[in-house]
């Protein structure tokens, strides 16, 4: 999960995401969306894809991304359960208090 939160911590990664939401594209295509240099681009994409946010396919000369939607899902899924859980009988007693 941690690695999922680094991901996504990056305002330039989270663009990557949403463009990708869009439906697959390439590196170039990706690139051309931001006037960073095609070097920063791809680590930031090496980023997505340590986190398995999103997956490539190389095919010829060019990469290309897509989205990885059920990580993303899972890892939220996750997250939010961390704050489903039942408070104990302390926590209910100080809550009363506020």
Known sequence: MTTVFKALS???RRQIL???ANGDMTAKEISENFSISKPAISKHLDILKEARLVTSE???????????????QTTLGAFLDFFDNKPTGK???ENENI
Request: proline share 0%; aromatic share 4%.
């Open 91 to 93: 926590e209910d007693s």
């Open 18 to 20: 949403k463009l990708l």
């Open 58 to 72: 190389r095919t010829g000369m060019s990469v290309t991304y897509s989205l990885n939607a059920s990580v993303l």
């Open 10 to 12: 990056d305002d330039t």
